[in-house]
């Protein structure tokens, strides 16, 4: 799975939806089908593209499968959002270092 995948999966808003209603617990085509406006065999394809981006897993269980979110799935969205924070953090410290670059230059300058 790439991030890109996964960012793919998740823009479609119904699929979003479908994909939070895992939150708590993993669950059956037919539980999820339940709480949206949308059939039974259009649940299933929507899980089964979250499925291919690597967002969740079906455990079978009898006759019946579960559908859950799989956490790893979404280390490499974190990671790669992260990754952003780190360049913000980094364009932030800079900043501040010029900032008190110029201070200490006004400083300099006034005891002058």
């Known amino acids: 799975m790439t991030y890109q995948q996964a960012f793919s999966a998740l823009a479609d808003p119904r699929r979003r939806q ?10 059956t085509v037919a539980e999820i089908a339940r709480r949206q406006p949308v ?3 259009a649940v299933s394809q929507h899980l089964k593209v979250l499925e291919a981006a690597g967002l969740v897993h079906a455990r079978a269980a009898g006759t ?5 979110i799989r956490r790893e799935g979404l280390a490499e969205l974190k990671g790669w959002i992260e990754s952003f924070w780190d360049d913000v953090l980094t364009s932030f410290a800079a ?3 010029n900032q008190q670059g110029d201070l200490d230059g006004r400083t300099d300058q006034a005891n002058d």
Not at 64 to 68: D, K, L, V
């Open 18 to 27: 479908i994909f939070e209603s895992l939150r708590g617990a993993p669950r």
């Open 39 to 41: 059939s039974r065999p």
């Open 64 to 68: 019946r499968r579960y559908y859950g």
């Open 95 to 97: 900043e501040i270092d």
